[in-house]
């Protein structure tokens, strides 16, 4: 698609666009919503086919913000940044690029607040931090919002083991994780702290192996029979050609998007999987940065707020079961809750 059909098919407020010609970097910010309070979402640093291709992921992962910080309860909309670059760039020219990004973002005014995301880091946002007022997850704020992620898709996976297993227990359950990045790597290892056999898949081996945990080739990650798979890398990896090969109870994880058209979701629903929305499960990230950045949360606080995501899976998967629904559609019917209250 282009750029035209792109935007006109969006149901976002507004979208901000700039070549920077120095770099050959695209820059694209997508404000979906600012209904609940300024829009909140990371920022990713990507080479893409074309440029069409980093617009489509910022307009598609600003609509999950949205829904992200909803769910959460959060006072806080949804965006998304990125950086589409023809390679990724290194010293100096990441630096100055990356404080380019920093005043675009600036001019926004606040509507659009940035974190991290693919790619992007700390230092990265201390770099942005130099230009822009409303940056999160700098090395002197909350730091890397991976950690909270993975609490957070911690407590909600145990939720998710309770309604399948009837305890939240990990002794005793088998669990994969697809991918081993900043979040896959946390919640492997959480998820063994607790006690669950814990698999582990990545394109890089050296990364799996990294974790401590049983290994599987990536080809084999969705065949492998688990109690719970959790996908935490790139999206889209549940399809229609994907999903009859799983072999698992439930699926909870920190991918963004897992689903690769809305009709993903009943597929899985028809095969008796359990599917935990995406955006339920990894708001870890967003509730950190908020909770610490914004209100001064210490950890015994922060972690409350992290185990709340525990509680809204239960919440959801209880109601979706008294109306006959799929979770997916419970979970939609929340968001929708909570911005007609704030409208």
């Not at 070549?19 to 609940?36: C, N, P």
């Not at 700390?122 to 991976?146: F, I, K, M, N, Q």
């Not at 945990?213 to 065949?223: K, R, S």
Request: glycine residues 14%; charged residues 20%; hydrophobic residues 40%.
């Amino acid at each position: 698609m282009d750029f035209e059909q792109l935007l006109t098919g969006w149901d976002g407020e507004h979208v901000v666009i700039r070549h920077d010609a120095e770099s050959g970097a695209w820059m694209f910010v997508g404000v979906h919503s600012t209904v609940l309070g300024p829009a909140l979402g990371g920022t990713r640093m990507r080479a893409y086919g074309s440029p069409a291709g980093g617009l489509a992921d910022a307009l598609r992962l600003a609509g999950a913000m949205t829904r992200k910080a909803a769910a959460a309860g959060l006072p806080r909309g949804g965006g998304k940044g990125v950086l589409a670059v023809p390679e990724l760039p290194a010293g100096e020219r990441r630096r100055t690029l990356l404080r380019r990004y920093g005043e675009l973002v600036d001019s926004l005014g606040g509507s659009y607040r940035t974190a991290g995301d693919m790619n992007i880091g700390p230092a990265d946002l201390d770099a942005v931090a130099e230009t822009c007022r409303w940056v999160y997850g700098t090395s002197r704020g909350a730091g890397d919002s991976g950690r909270g992620t993975a609490r957070g898709v911690l407590h909600a996976i145990q939720a998710t083991l309770e309604h399948v297993f009837g305890s939240p227990e990990l002794a005793g359950r088998t669990v994969l994780v697809q991918g081993c990045g900043a979040v896959g790597s946390l919640l492997a290892r959480g998820l063994a702290d607790g006690g669950a056999r814990v698999l582990v898949s990545d394109v890089d081996e050296s990364r799996a192996a990294a974790t401590g945990c049983e290994t599987v080739p990536p080809e084999h990650a969705l065949e492998t029979e688990v109690d719970l798979y959790s996908p935490c890398a790139v999206g889209g990896t549940l399809s229609q050609e994907s999903i009859p090969h799983l072999a698992c109870r439930a699926v909870a994880g920190a991918a963004n998007n897992q689903l690769a058209e809305p009709g993903d979701a009943e597929r899985l629903h028809a095969r008796g999987i359990l599917y935990v929305p995406d955006y339920v499960v990894s708001a870890g990230g967003i509730v950190q940065l908020a909770g610490v950045e914004d209100e001064d949360w210490d950890e015994e606080r922060l972690e409350q707020g992290l185990a709340a995501i525990g509680d809204t899976v239960r919440s959801l998967l209880h109601e979706a079961d008294l109306e006959a629904i799929a979770p997916v559609e419970a979970a939609e019917r929340l968001v929708q809750r909570r911005l007609a209250e704030a409208h």
